[in-house]
């Protein structure tokens, strides 16, 4: 083979045409279980998980919020105590379920004070980001606004500019007026 060609074929080769070393093509032949760099694949379960909707429990939890900070919601929590507390003592013995200390009762407000507070806590943060959302919204509209009213500001005054310019009526009766009086002053001069 001639010295050219050897030449020529060692010229074009580019420095990432090299073999990988064999470490490296060990470690880039080992199966994608064994390799850091490749994602595991997702694991297949016998038991199906189910999809949860993040979205559809965020619109319960503000529907729960809602009826919770109502004055209906006050109105029937105000009723349930009186009547439990009333029930639990004039009811007849046998037909009492939670005696006078009512510890049933503050369990049972507790836990619905428990699950409330996040209730609230979930719907506030949705609101927070809906408000985020508009601010951002209000914020591109209140700048294209600014934008808009310096454009046209900027046009007023070049419109003013022009303006100032532009000759008006009275300016030119005033102009014809002392031109006619010139051309009848040129004519008397004529006639004498």
Do not use: C
């Amino acid at each position: 083979m001639p010295r050219e060609d050897r030449d020529d074929r060692r010229s074009s080769k580019r420095p990432d045409d090299r073999r990988p070393a064999r470490s490296e093509e060990r470690r880039l032949t080992r199966p994608a279980a064994d390799r850091l760099d490749v994602p595991r694949e997702l694991r297949r379960t016998l038991v199906r998980r189910r999809a949860y909707d993040a979205d559809a429990f965020g619109r319960m939890s503000e529907r729960i919020a809602r009826f919770l900070g109502t004055g209906q919601f006050l109105v029937y929590m105000t009723a349930t105590i009186v009547f439990w507390v009333v029930w639990n003592i004039f009811a007849p013995e046998h037909l009492r379920w939670d005696q006078y200390p009512f510890i049933f009762l503050t369990l049972a407000l507790s836990l619905q004070a428990s699950y409330a507070a996040p209730l609230i806590l979930l719907a506030q943060n949705r609101q927070e980001a809906r408000d985020r959302v508009q601010y951002e919204r209000d914020r591109d509209v209140d700048a294209r606004t600014r934008a808009d009213m310096e454009f046209l500001a900027r046009e007023m005054a070049s419109l003013r500019m022009s303006v100032g310019e532009v000759a008006t009526r009275d300016f030119l009766r005033s102009e014809l007026r002392s031109l006619l009086a010139e051309l009848d002053k040129d004519r008397e001069d004529d006639r004498v």
